[in-house]
């Protein structure tokens, strides 16, 4: 038969010593491997085709609790590296035949993945949520009662007005989140806007009005940062989680 | 009795102390959403051997939606978002999550077809 196994990868670093990913274990508990090639590393485990083949990802991707483990594990393997050396996480599901073919993508993204690698040296992705409670609408335009005849038109009219109050309400809270977000900015080397989280995934009360990654110089005490521009802030909730890998900021392209 | 998430939002308190700033391995669990929005649409893409079109991730986030608890579990905690989707329940009401539901329905069936259209080929950074 032909190979049945591929190489997983998991992040594409530099100097990322082998024994710097011992704690750690791949995907299945393979175990982690680098492969290096013009001064990158690439993290990489055997897979299963079966399992990690077109196929069965595709089938895969549908079940949640293979995701998640999936995720968390891809997530454990790139903290591991990144720990240890700049690092680039890869998408999620990155599969090549072999080593050989872990090489030639090196080679051919070689020039864009040291610049990847170079901005996110000695850097650190922090998150920043911010919510706000449900409806917060402010008091002002006065809601008529509909009464009587021409309530239809009542009707429709206070629909409008609502959708106004709600409209401006929306401006309120959007302007608190770009507010926020770039009072953080200063502090950042980079930031970028991610889409709010549903909260049915999440299950956080309110509405998510800022959903945001930055990219943070390594050692700034940045949970602080967000704690004492949140609190300028009254009408947001925010919190700060990290320090992440920087995947919102290891892209090949300038960002 | 019904009250979505009352409380905390889930992903409080991961956040480290002054001083322990290099990235270990995993502080405390990550919320699942972060790692997930983190490795499927962000990270470095680079077209692998084996083609997979992550671009269906807003398909894969309803379908994460609906698996996040079972039903009972889910009915324990609280959770009856599913109540006001249209996808899976006729009871929906006239609200504002049944209309941004409806908007975000509508937008991933478009998207679905752009999809579809585009047969699913290569990959795309977010």
């Known amino acids: ?255 | 009795m019904t009250q979505r998430g009352a409380g905390v939002p889930a992903a409080t308190g991961s956040r480290n102390l002054a001083g322990q700033s290099a990235i270990s391995a995993a502080p405390q669990p990550a919320n699942l959403a972060d790692v997930l929005e983190r490795v499927l649409d962000k990270g470095i893409v680079i077209a692998g051997d084996i083609r997979v079109n992550l671009l269906d991730i807003e398909l894969l986030t309803i379908k994460i939606r609906l698996l996040v608890a079972s039903v009972d579990k889910a009915a324990e905690m609280g959770i009856d978002w599913w109540r006001h989707d249209p996808m899976l329940s006729s009871q929906a009401e006239d609200d504002d999550r049944q209309r941004s539901l409806e908007e975000e329905n509508r937008r991933l069936r478009e998207r679905i077809e752009a999809l579809e259209a585009s047969d699913g080929r290569g990959n795309r950074d977010g």
């Not at chain 1, 990802?57 to 050396?85: F, Q």
């Not at chain 1, 008529?144 to 629909?159: E, F, K, Q, V």
């Open chain 1, 1 to 255: 038969m032909a190979e049945s196994t591929g190489r997983y990868l998991y992040a594409i670093g530099r100097g990322i010593p082998p024994a710097a990913l011992e704690a750690e274990a791949g995907l299945g508990e393979a175990p982690l491997r680098v492969v290096e090639h013009r001064g990158l590393s690439a993290v990489v485990s055997d897979v299963d085709l079966e399992e990690y083949g077109e196929e069965g990802l595709r089938r895969n991707l549908e079940d949640l609790r293979w995701l998640e483990y999936v995720a968390r594990t891809h997530d454990a393997v790139v903290r591991a590296a990144a720990a240890a050396g700049p690092t680039a996480p890869l998408r999620l599901a990155t599969v090549c035949f072999d080593d050989e073919q872990v090489r030639r993508r090196i080679d051919e993204w070689h020039d864009a993945l040291e610049r990847a690698l170079d901005r996110v040296e000695g850097r650190v992705e922090w998150s920043v949520k911010a919510y706000v409670p449900d409806r917060v609408v402010p008091a002002g335009v006065p809601v008529a009662a509909a009464t009587g005849p021409g309530a239809g038109a009542a009707y429709l009219r206070r629909r409008k007005e609502e959708t106004v109050r709600r409209q401006q309400a929306d401006e309120v809270v959007a302007r608190d989140a770009d507010d926020l977000y770039d009072a953080l900015a200063a502090s950042a080397v980079a930031g970028r806007r991610l889409r709010p989280q549903d909260p049915r995934l999440t299950q956080h009360a309110g509405t998510m009005t800022l959903n945001a990654a930055f990219l943070v110089e390594d050692g700034v005490d940045f949970a602080a940062l967000v704690e004492e521009a949140a609190r300028s802030r009254p009408r947001l909730h925010a919190e700060s989680a990290g320090p992440w890998p920087a995947y919102s900021f290891a892209t090949l392209e300038e960002s």
